[in-house]
């Protein structure tokens, strides 16, 4: 199978600008670019897709460059968004910029790293507007859907910083074609028109040909993108979202976006995709794609070793293995759970049942004891009379589970 082919039975291929892009992608020498914004000191998973693509790209023998947008990244693409952006501190865009390059220079290793800031904050605005803004049209650009969209309600707008966005990724678009012989960007397909005003500038300043090709958005099972927010985002650093935890949230996965998460995320093959497809369809309370999904990319972002942890974890999460889970996997596999800090001293179940909301009152707690729905570590507790002992009872010597019939559970933290 060609690459096309390839991109096209995984769903990836959305537009293109030229009808010669499926034979250029097959006969590779191509040399491919994909920007990413530095508006945080991790990539996530809705970025994740683009990192696959040019891995895809150069496994079949072409050039590819990751773009940090340490210029454009101060101003912000107005694109999916319907206000304005906050504009980072130099600072905050450093830490980031240095974030990011960690990840992309560690998941497409051969890669060429380029920061537009190195020539786009060189360049002064005389020339900007000579060199750049003279070969395009207000009429242009106001017809671009990013743009167009900002003035759809009375109370937006776009303010003339974001509106210039465009015309600077053009400016990366024809730096990297003069610099090294970039002829290919790829990006989701709300990037279209960033994309051809890059190919356009190209085309009138270098008489050249460039190409475009876009993918369609990673949208979640309600049709909603991936993106960043305060809570809820999953990080592709670990220490940001665990290994542990962005499994799970792969586990997760709704039955009808499992299929297209495995092609557009995992390298499997047509055929074992095809089987997982038949298994979600005929014995969906199996849940056997969304844990192939999980294990599959979290070894690919986090490497199988915390794969096979993660995975572990998950298995062992209502049986007394969870005694050999290493400290940091066990908190992250109860990250969730609610906790209560205790003096490191002895005490009765009874009364920490009733303190941790496990119980409603004491008797309440008695009367579950009694009837064997009480669990310390997975261990089925002895009776009313127990006492959680923090020297013998305790994971790493400080920890302790508690947990009330399958589904309620509580982290018991003795003071150390």
């Known amino acids: 199978m060609g690459l096309f082919d390839e991109l096209q039975w995984r769903g990836l291929v959305h537009d293109f600008t030229d009808p010669v892009v499926p034979e250029r992608l097959d006969a590779g020498g191509l040399v491919a670019y994909i920007g990413f914004d530095p508006t945080a000191d991790s990539l996530h998973i809705g970025n994740l897709l683009q990192m696959c693509n040019l891995r895809r790209l150069q496994e079949h023998g072409h050039g590819v460059i990751a773009l940090a947008g340490g210029a454009t990244g101060m ?22 910029l240095d974030g990011i390059r960690r990840q992309l220079e560690d998941f497409l290793p051969g890669a060429i790293f380029e920061d537009n800031g190195e020539w786009l904050k060189r360049m002064s605005v005389l020339d900007f507007l000579r060199d750049v803004g003279k070969h395009f049209t207000v009429n242009q650009m106001v017809a671009k859907e990013s743009v167009k969209s900002r003035f ?8 003339f910083t974001e509106f210039s966005y465009m015309l600077l990724q053009a400016a990366d678009y ?15 397909s709300d990037q279209w028109g960033n994309i051809t005003m890059g190919i356009e500038l190209i085309r009138k300043v270098r008489g050249a040909t460039a190409y475009g090709f876009t993918t369609p958005l990673v949208l979640k099972a309600d049709g909603t993108k991936f993106g960043k927010s305060e809570t809820g985002t999953i990080w592709l650093d670990a220490r940001r979202t665990s290994p542990y935890s962005f499994f799970q949230f792969l586990v997760r996965t709704e039955d009808s976006v499992v299929g297209p998460y495995l092609r557009y995320f995992t390298w499997l093959e047509r055929e074992r995709i095809g089987e997982l497809d038949g298994v979600t ?29 993660a995975r572990h974890a998950s298995s062992v999460l209502f049986s007394e293995e969870i005694a050999g889970l290493d400290e940091q996997t066990l908190l992250d596999v109860f990250a969730e759970v609610p906790s ?24 309440d707690a008695r009367r579950q004891l009694d009837q064997g729905g009480v669990y310390v570590n997975n261990r089925r507790a002895a009776g009313a009379e127990a006492v ?5 009872d305790t994971l790493h010597g400080r920890y302790a589970v508690l947990r009330r019939g399958k589904a ?7 003071a150390s």
Do not use: M, Y
């Not at 309620?408 to 003795?414: K, Y």
């Open 408 to 414: 309620q559970q509580h982290l018991v933290r003795f």
């Open 281 to 309: 369809a005929e014995r969906p309370e199996q849940r056997e794609a969304q844990k192939v999904l999980a294990w599959e990319v979290t070894a690919l972002v986090h490497g199988e070793k915390e794969a096979d942890k």
């Open 174 to 188: 024809l730096h990297l074609f003069d610099t090294h012989g970039c002829n290919l960007q790829l990006g989701a």
């Open 340 to 363: 209560t800090d205790v003096a490191r001293e002895p005490v009765a179940l009874v009364d920490l049942l009733a303190a941790t909301g496990l119980a409603k009152s004491k008797s």
């Open 75 to 96: 101003i912000g693409d107005p694109g999916g968004k319907s206000e304005e952006r906050n504009l980072l501190s130099s600072d905050e865009l450093a830490a980031n």
């Open 152 to 159: 759809e309600g009375r109370d937006q707008g776009i303010s």
């Open 388 to 392: 959680l002992d923090p020297v013998v």
